[in-house]
């Protein structure tokens, strides 16, 4: 981390332990492993927070202020961005592969400051007791947290409210490709983080295009994610039809959905009945989405 911004988060840490109004933007992400078991956390700005992917629960102001004294008290602004590791030249012998045994990084005011540690070489006994501190912190509150034992429960939980918009993630290509593609079709790549979905149309020679971001309200995201509910997602067989190539994944917390659908041989338009239909209006929602968002949404030109 270079030493300007260092210094810009160091402030900004200082500001954010004293005065909650000064934390915008935070989001806290732990994880470390312990025993042989990794434990993980992720805390977003207002206290939202997940726990090993599984489930969600609340801090309190008063609790996040605690979580940000423990990187102050333990200098986390000045640590190095990583700890043990494999030296270059011996990175290639069996054996030896690098994994990353803890990690911590803190995005705060624009800046965000992370650290891993590295199995092998030398280690750091601090970081990992400040990242297993954190951990700690939050695993008592995180039991009762909420979860969804499928991806249709948790859509309909975050329709409900009861799952925030940070759970949900959603990615959708759709691309005509060899000789029997579909020429008229749109081509393009459609995301869905949280409220934010953003598109972008690709051009078979010039590529992709610089994305359109829309932010959906909360309203409007609860409708998206209970029309995706009610197609049931879960029950899609991985061998659907599209007239070309389609790759759909969406996830709420730990429960997702990944499939391509595309022409296959010996499957159409009617071999999977009920279950087609509701791909097929799945698609058509994604479609419309990725419409909306070319016609009102911002396009986000990328710095030359």
Not at 18 to 36: F, K, M, N, Q, W
Not at 118 to 145: H, K, M, P, W, Y
Request: charged letters at 25%; hydrophobic letters at 40%.
């Amino acid at each position: 981390m270079r030493t300007e911004s260092a210094a810009r988060f160091n402030t900004a840490l200082q500001k954010a332990v004293t005065d909650p109004a000064e934390r915008a933007g935070l989001r806290l992400v732990a994880g470390c492993t312990a025993d042989s078991i990794w434990r993980s956390v992720r805390i977003f700005e207002g206290g939202v927070s997940i726990w090993g992917g599984e489930r969600q629960f609340q801090l309190t102001k008063a609790e996040i202020t605690d979580l940000l004294q423990q990187l102050l008290s333990a200098d986390f602004p000045s640590l190095p961005d990583q700890y043990g590791g494999t030296p270059e030249a011996d990175r290639m012998q069996a054996n030896n592969a690098r994994t990353v045994v803890c990690s911590l990084s803190v995005a705060l005011a624009g800046v965000e400051k992370k650290v891993l540690q590295i199995n092998r070489g030398e280690q750091s006994e601090s970081f990992a007791r400040l990242v297993n501190a954190l951990l700690d912190s939050c695993e008592e509150q995180a039991a009762t947290g909420v979860g969804a034992e499928n991806l249709e429960e948790g859509l309909e939980r975050i329709a409900s409210g009861e799952l925030d918009p940070v759970t949900f993630e959603l990615h959708y290509q759709q691309m005509a490709e060899g000789a029997g593609a579909v020429e008229a079709l749109d081509q393009f790549l459609l995301g869905v983080v949280g409220t934010t979905a953003t598109t972008r149309l690709r051009d078979p020679v010039d590529g992709y295009s610089d994305p359109a971001e829309l932010e959906m309200t909360g309203t409007e995201l609860a409708e998206l994610a209970w029309n995706l509910a009610a197609n049931d997602p879960s029950r899609f067989p991985r061998n659907l039809w599209a007239p070309a190539y389609t790759d759909l994944s969406m996830r709420v917390l730990n429960r997702k959905l990944s499939l391509v659908a595309r022409p296959y041989r010996g499957v159409d338009e009617n071999t999977h009945g009920e279950l087609q239909d509701n791909f097929d209006a799945t698609v058509e929602l994604l479609g419309a989405l990725h419409e909306r968002v070319l016609l009102e949404g911002s396009v986000m030109v990328a710095d030359p």
